[in-house]
Structure formats: structure tokens, C-alpha cells
């Protein structure tokens, strides 16, 4: 059974930190593309960042370029999102999702085959 876990959601200050981990098992996740996505209270679920499992390639989308890093600990299997300089409107449930998607649809929520349970993130003003 495959499962990703996410950790470290919260409610923190604006410009506070917070770090984000998808704890991943169940199988081999060569060759697939790890993400997170986040989802606000009556928006469409949108893609944050995403990170290939046996490559150093990343992606990020433009709102948080500068401001979230995603990196992995592939002996740990876990691929983490830490999120600086927070806004308000960052404040979302994050969701870890692997699956591999062409390059052209890796931004699509259908092109993952699995997905973890989320984390809040409230950021306060």
C-alpha cells in the first residue's frame, strides 16, 4: 500500500517559517515526480512546487519563487517544502502527491497517481 504522509502544518505569524515533510512508502518512487499542492477555502487545488525523485530537478510556481524551497532525503524517503517569509495568503491545506506526469501536465492534479491526507498552513496577519 502506498501512503504520503504530510507534517508540519500550523498556524504561524506573517514572515514566519514553516517546514513541511511527505513522508512516502509502499513503493519505488524512481522516476516519479514528487509535489505539493495547496488548497484555500473555495479555490481550485494549485500546484506549489515539485521535485523529480532521482534527480535535482525542481519547479516552482511563480508565487512562491524566492520564498519555498523543496529538497529530499531520499535515505529517508521524504521530500520536504520549507516555506519562508509566509503570507496570509498562503494559508491553505498542503497536499504531497507522486505520480508521473508528462512535462507539459505536471502542473494538473489528474496526472498524480497518489496523494497524502494534507496539512493546514494558517498564516496570520
Known amino acids: 500500500q502506498v501512503l504520503l504522509v504530510e507534517s508540519g502544518g500550523g498556524l504561524v505569524q506573517a514572515g514566519g517559517s514553516l517546514r513541511l515533510s511527505c513522508a512516502a512508502s509502499?513503493?519505488?518512487?524512481?522516476?516519479?515526480?514528487i509535489s505539493w499542492f495547496r488548497q484555500a477555502p473555495g479555490k481550485e487545488r494549485e500546484f506549489v512546487a515539485g521535485?523529480?525523485?532521482?534527480?535535482?530537478?525542481?519547479d516552482y510556481a511563480d508565487f512562491v519563487k524566492g520564498r519555498f524551497t523543496i529538497f529530499r532525503d531520499n535515505a529517508k524517503n521524504t521530500v520536504y517544502l520549507q516555506m519562508d517569509n509566509l503570507k496570509p495568503e498562503d494559508t491553505a491545506v498542503y497536499s504531497c502527491?507522486?505520480?508521473?506526469?508528462?512535462?507539459?501536465?505536471?502542473?494538473?492534479?489528474?496526472?498524480?497517481?497518489?496523494w497524502g491526507q494534507g496539512t493546514q498552513v494558517t498564516v496570520s496577519s
Open positions: 521535485i523529480m525523485w532521482s534527480s535535482p530537478y525542481t
Open positions: 502527491a507522486a505520480g508521473r506526469p508528462r512535462y507539459s501536465r505536471r502542473y494538473a492534479v489528474d496526472s498524480y497517481d497518489y
Open positions: 509502499g513503493r519505488a518512487f524512481d522516476n516519479y515526480y
